[in-house]
């Protein structure tokens, strides 16, 4: 899961950052609405926590700008101004949530974990291949049951294919959703994480099958003792 912070305030972005990565998202922080926008044309997040004074113009902008392309992504703005006008014309030009500062790193999980129980576009709240689930807002995964920790980057891996199971998710797709801006992705990282994701499915017998395309990407599936 990708997340994507629009803040200005470097203290407060690096604490809400740090919370999430504990959490096991990926995160990418940018300051400006002109950063914000680069981001957004390269990477399809899952949520961006939105602040609405930016220091080149009002972050409600980018809010508008997505709901008129038609992006269905989760927005949750995060700012100090409180009077109830401003939230209801932010709440009417199709923010999910509106939080203001200063505010609960307790709260704002709880309310990013249920913003990502809810259904954006056709994504679900619950992925589920042969004997295992995965709940995308608390990132759990279970298999025939039982809780099964996973490293973040492998359960990046696993949301991304289960989203697309039985399509074919190009390399850069699984990139995208694992690695942040700032982390330095060798040639062979993707499919590492890909090998050790299918190694421990495998030991737990999960009943999915992770199919390589050399040079091209992978395919989930559920086996034949699924």
Not at 53 to 58: E, H, K
Not at 97 to 115: C, G
Request: hydrophobic residues 50%; neutral net charge; aromatic residues 4%.
């Amino acid at each position: 899961m990708r997340l994507l912070i629009v803040e200005d305030n470097e203290k407060l972005a690096a604490l809400m950052a740090k919370l999430l990565a504990e959490k096991l998202y990926s995160v990418d922080l940018v300051e400006t609405i002109d950063e914000a926008r680069a981001a957004i044309a390269i990477v399809e997040y899952d949520l961006i926590l939105l602040d609405l004074s930016l220091p080149d113009g009002d972050g409600g902008e980018i809010l508008r700008s997505l709901r008129r392309a038609g992006r269905a992504t989760r927005i949750m703005v995060a700012t100090a101004r409180a009077d109830v006008v401003q939230r209801v014309e932010t709440l009417n030009d199709g923010a999910d949530d509106y939080l203001v500062k200063p505010f609960s790193l307790d709260e704002l999980l709880a309310r990013i974990r249920a913003l990502l129980r809810r259904p954006a576009e056709t994504k679900q709240a619950v992925l589920a291949a042969g004997r295992l689930t995965l709940d995308i807002a608390s990132l759990t995964l279970r298999v025939t049951g039982q809780v099964t920790p996973l490293p973040r980057r492998e359960l990046g891996v696993l949301v991304t294919l289960l989203r697309n199971q039985g399509r074919l998710v190009p390399r850069r797709k699984l990139e995208d959703a694992v690695y942040s801006f700032d982390n330095e992705v060798t040639p062979n990282a993707i499919e590492a994480a890909v090998s050790r994701l299918r190694r421990r499915l495998d030991s737990l017998d999960a009943a999915v099958t992770i199919t390589a395309m050399r040079g091209v990407g992978y395919i989930l599936a559920e086996s034949a003792a699924a």
